[in-house]
């Protein structure tokens, strides 16, 4: 399995991006993708997981309200709707995917996408 995100870019606060995440060499809908994100000195932090079926989905408390998950099994793509991006959520985000559910603590990702950078200026 290869994911690929992309849709990072410079914004100024209160913007909008789009991220995706593309799949390939396996059939995403079995996959629950989540998306993380590691700014520049932090651990990375798991932000928001869509099951295979896309009907089971979470957030962080941070992001709540502001970032929106959602799947196109058709396309083998995951997105990440980011509006209200605050400087905070300055990072790169990655994608990343394991069998059919999400996991609570963003545990047992099995496969690994490279990242996109976001930056919002203040």
């Known amino acids: 399995v290869q994911l690929q995100a992309s849709g990072g870019g410079l914004v100024q606060a209160g913007g909008s991006l789009r991220l995706s995440c593309a799949a390939s060499?396996?059939?995403?809908?079995?996959?629950?993708v989540s998306w993380f994100r590691q700014a520049p000195g932090k651990e990375r932090e798991g932000v928001s997981c869509?099951?295979?079926?896309?009907?089971?989905?979470y957030y962080i408390a941070s992001v709540k309200g502001r970032f929106s998950i959602s799947r196109d099994n058709a396309k083998n793509t995951v997105y990440l709707q980011v509006n209200s991006l605050e400087p905070d959520d300055t990072a790169v985000y990655y994608c990343?995917?394991?069998?059919?559910?999400?996991?609570?603590?963003?545990?047992?990702?099995?496969?690994w996408g490279k990242g996109t950078q976001v930056t919002v200026s203040s």
């Open positions: 869509i099951d295979s079926s896309g009907v089971s989905i």
């Open positions: 990343a995917a394991r069998r059919f559910r999400c996991s609570r603590d963003y545990s047992g990702m099995n496969f």
């Open positions: 060499g396996f059939t995403s809908n079995n996959l629950a």
